[in-house]
Nanobody, 115 residues
């Protein structure tokens, strides 16, 4: 019944920007911390960013700190990932997740950073 739908991915040149969205339904969105993960081919899925239920606390992987910003709009049941100064190593499928739940993934959205 829980549904997470990511969108906003695409092809962008190095140094460019992209904003990802994740629309949630089937649970009380405002009660849960949310996370963004990413997975490149042949690599483990890794945590990119996390935001507390109210949006008051955020955490970032060192590799994206200063470039990415996670935010949420609880009235819209949506969590966002603003990605600036993109690098080729950011290329991956990006997924959102309820932070504390097991196997609660969306379908993912592809981000490709290339010239």
């Amino acid at each position: 019944q829980v549904q997470l739908v990511e969108s906003g991915g695409g092809l962008v040149q190095p140094g460019g920007s992209l904003r990802l969205s994740c629309r949630a339904s089937g649970f009380t969105f405002s009660s849960y911390a949310m996370s963004w993960y990413r997975q490149a081919p042949g690599k483990e899925r890794e945590l990119v960013a996390r935001i507390s239920s109210t949006g008051g606390t955020t955490n970032y992987a060192n590799s994206v700190k200063g470039r990415f910003t996670i935010s949420r709009d609880n009235a819209k049941n949506t969590v966002y990932l603003q990605m600036n100064s993109l690098k080729p190593e950011d290329t991956a499928v990006y997924y959102c997740k309820v932070s504390s739940w097991t196997d609660s993934w969306g379908q993912g959205t592809q981000v490709t950073v290339s010239s």
